[in-house]
Structure formats: C-alpha cells, structure tokens
C-alpha cells in the first residue's frame, strides 16, 4: 500500500493551500489517518488526524481554527485544508496512516501509524 501525497507548494502568509493524500489500496484504514510536518533539525509534529470509523477529529492546538481534515472513502483521499497560512507553518508534510487500534490520546505519536507518504512541501513567506 502506497501513500502519495500533493498539494504543496509556496505561499505567501495568509493563504491556503490543500493537500491530498490517496492511497493505493483504494480503501482507508478503519483506524487512524493523520497529517505530520517536519522542519529540518526539528523533530516530526502531528498536525491533524481524524479517526475514519467515527471520522473524529483531531488537531495539533497551533492549528486549531485554520486546518481541516477530511477524507474521501470513495476516492480514498485524505485531505487537509490550510488556510490564513502562517511562516512558522512551512514544513514538509506527511499523510500517515495506522493498521491498528489505539486510544485516541496517542494520535499525534508517529509511532502509532504504520504507513508513510513520501512527502510534500509547503512554504509561507
């Protein structure tokens, strides 16, 4: 199962930009699907996760108010809409996708998810 990731690119401060996330399978996990970010020399941060069963959402509190997540089950897509896009938001981000259970207080531990995207690259100047 292959995750790939597009929708990045450059922005200037206050714009948008969505980011797609398609699964080869064809089909999501019930568990979780999130979206992580990472700076270079920083460690991985979760930005947003949503639980697919119960399509429960999640969000990283710097976040909170100005990035949705979603999905697609038909077209397997996960989804992460940014908007009012700030410098410090500039990342790489990844989709992640867990094959298991776990309590919902872990959902911003990498750790917990089992298949990565390759990653694609946002930039607020």
């Known amino acids: 199962v292959q995750l790939v990731e597009s929708g990045g690119g450059s922005v200037q401060a206050g714009g948008s930009l969505r ?8 089909t999501f996990s019930r568990h ?20 697919i069963s119960g399509r429960t959402t999640y969000y990283a509190d710097d976040v909170k108010g100005r990035f ?14 940014m908007n009012s896009l700030e410098p410090d938001d500039t ?7 867990s094959t298991r259970a776990f309590s919902s207080e872990h959902w911003n531990e ?16």
């Open 19 to 26: 980011l797609s996330c398609v699964s080869s399978a064809y």
């Open 32 to 51: 979780f699907m999130a979206w992580f970010r990472q700076v270079p020399g920083k460690e991985r941060e979760g930005v947003a996760a949503i639980y």
């Open 68 to 81: 949705t997540i979603s999905h697609d089950q038909a077209r397997a897509t996960l989804y992460l809409q």
């Open 91 to 97: 990342a790489m981000y990844y989709c992640a996708q």
């Open 110 to 125: 990498g750790s917990r998810y089992e298949r990565w995207g390759q990653g694609t690259q946002v930039t607020v100047s």
